[in-house]
C-alpha cells in the first residue's frame, strides 16, 4: 500500500492520503480485457442522480429507518426467530439480495446504502450532504481539501489490511447459530457494529471501519472482483493532464475518496464503495459507472485477500453441512446444546478448516504445480496469489447454492413478519397466518448442483488462464495449472455430494 501526498500539481501534496487500491501515481492501470458499457453516458438520468449532492444521504435513510426498526424488533419484539422481522429480513432476505443479486451484478452497492458508517460520517464531516473545505490560514483538520472533525489520527499501517476483516467474520460464523435464531443477540451484534463505526470516524480519518474492520466489508471486497459493475474513470490520459486531483483530496463539489482510494487509477473493484464521490468532485467529467463482464477483476495482491478466498469457500461448505444437511447433531454443536466443551471442540474444527486445512492443501496442491510444470518458475508468493484468484467465482457460486433455499425454503416467513414484525400479533397486510410453504425444494438439489457446475466452469477457465500468465511456454503452462484444476474439481465433488444427496 503507497501513500498519496495532498493538491497541486500532477502528484497531490499536503496530509497524507492513504491510497489503497493504486500503483504508483504515474503508472497508467492496465486496459480493461473484454466489453465495457457506460452506464452514466448511456443513461443520462441515472448520471443526473449519482450527481447530486443528496443522492447517498437519500438511499441510506430508507434503510436506517428499517434498520433502527429492526433493533427495536430485536429487543421488544417475539423471541421466536422466525416470527421476528430482524431475523428474517436481515438473515434470510438480506443475505440472499446480497449475495446472490448484490454483489454479482453491482459490486459493493450494500455500501452505498449501508446505515453502518451514517452517524460517524456526519459527525466526521459536520454536514449531511455539502463538502466542507478547510479553510486557508486556520488549523482546520483536513484530508486532502476537505475539512474534518475528530481526532483525525491515520490508522495503523500494520493494520492496513483485512486480516481484521477476515477473522472477525470468522469469529461471527464461529457463533452464526445464535444470532441466526435469537432476536436479541442479533440486535446485540448488529448493534455493536454500528457503535464502532459510530467511533471510529471520531478518532480515524475516513471510512476506516468500512475499510479495515467491518466483517462484511471483508467478503463484499472479495466478491466484488467478480461483479459486472465498476466505477473506473474514462480516460487515463485525461486524469494524468489534470492538476487538482479531486477525486483523491476532494473540493467543493465532492469530498475526498472515503475509501482511501485514488479513483481515477483503480483498476480492481475491491476497495470502492460506489459513494460516488468522484463523480460528483471530478472537474472533467471523467470518472463513470461501467457495465462489464462477470469477473473480470484477477488479481489477489495479498495473503490477507487470499486467507478472505479461503475462509469464504470453507464456510461455504461448513454451513452447508451445518444449516442444510440432515445432520443434526452439528445443529446441536453450532447452538452449544451439547455443552461447552463440546461447542468448543466444534470451533476449533470450524477454524481450522479455512486456516489451516484448506490453505495447506492449497499450498501443497500449488507446490506440486510448480513441480510439475518445470521451468523456470516465477517467485513463490506471486504465483500462489495469482493461483488463489479462480477461488474467488467458484467461492460466489458455492455461497449463492447456499442461500437459494434459505429464501425457497423459508420464503414465507418473509410475507408473514412483513405483516407482523414485531409478533405481536398485528396483521398489518393479512399475511401473518399464510401457512408456511417451501417453494421448489423437490427442485433445490438440481439448481445448486447447476450453480456448482457453472462455478467450476468459471474456476477452471481462470485457472488455466491465470496459468497462462505465469508461463510462456504452453506445455509448461497447463502442466502447472492441471493438478490445481483436479483440486478444484475435487472442492465441487464435495459440494455435489453434499447437495445431490
Known sequence: MSEIIQPATNVPTGPEVVQKSAPTPLTPPPPPEGWRIDLLQKFPKLKWLVKQRWFQFAVILPNLILFIMFLMAGIWGSPVGNRNIIIVFVWILWWFLLISIMVPFFSRIWCTICPFPFFGEWMQRGSLTTPKLARPGTKDKKVGLNRYWGLNLRWPKALSNIWVQDFSFLALCTFSAFYLTRPLVSTIVLGALIVVATILPLIFRQRVFCNYICPVSGFLSLYSMASMTEVRSRDYNVCLKCHDKSCLVGNEKGWGCPWFNFPSKMERNNYCGLCMECVKSCPHDNMTVRLRPFASDTKIKGYDEAFKAFIMLSLALAY???????????????????????????????????????????????????????????????????????????????????????????????????????????????????????????????????LMAIGLALALKATFKQAGKLYSNAKESIRFAAPMAIFMTGIVILFVQLYAN
Open 320 to 450: 452447508s453441512v451445518i444449516y442444510l444437511g440432515p445432520w443434526g447433531i452439528f445443529k446441536s454443536l453450532a447452538n452449544m446444546q451439547l455443552g461447552v466443551p463440546a461447542f468448543i471442540e466444534y470451533a476449533i474444527a470450524l477454524w481450522s478448516i479455512p486456516v489451516v486445512v484448506v490453505p495447506g492443501l492449497f499450498s501443497i496442491v500449488h507446490w506440486i504445480s510448480r513441480k510439475f510444470a518445470g521451468g523456470q518458475p516465477k517467485p513463490w508468493k506471486e504465483s500462489f496469489l495469482m493461483m488463489v484468484y479462480p477461488l474467488v467465482p467458484l467461492g460466489l457460486l458455492a455461497w449463492i447454492a447456499f442461500s437459494l433455499p434459505l429464501i425457497f425454503v423459508n420464503g414465507s416467513y418473509i410475507l408473514m413478519t412483513l405483516s407482523d414484525p414485531f409478533g405481536w400479533g398485528w396483521n398489518l397486510f393479512h399475511t401473518a397466518h399464510i401457512p408456511w410453504t417451501p417453494l421448489f425444494a423437490h427442485w433445490m438439489p438440481l439448481v445448486q448442483v447447476i
